[in-house]
């Protein structure tokens, strides 16, 4: 993880991120996660390694069926206001 102590003050920014996924399996596993969020996350939290609760933006790069639906791999952007409990299953 990556935390910064000083707020972000520019009016247009943007982040690149490159990244491979390989393995043997097909099974994958829980994947990760970019946030960009109001104060820094926990480390040993239930959303990809964060607190299940945050104030902004979570994209998640999932690659594990949670819920056996068989609708993964995906990416999702979640926005949340710090009062709303994620449920990763």
């Known amino acids: 993880a990556i935390w910064t102590k000083e707020p972000i003050n520019f ?4 982040v690149e991120l490159v990244f491979q996924v390989t393995g043997r399996g097909r099974i994958g596993a829980d994947g990760l996660a970019f946030w960009y969020t109001a104060s ?6 239930t959303v990809f390694g964060s607190s299940d609760m945050w104030n902004g933006l979570g ?5 594990f069926d949670n819920d056996n639906k068989h609708n993964n791999p995906y990416i ?6 710090g009062t709303k409990i994620f449920d990763h299953t």
């Open 11 to 14: 009016d247009w920014w943007e």
């Open 59 to 63: 994209l998640f790069f999932d690659s």
């Open 40 to 45: 820094k996350g926990q480390y040993n939290g």
């Open 76 to 81: 999702m952007a979640v926005l949340n206001d």
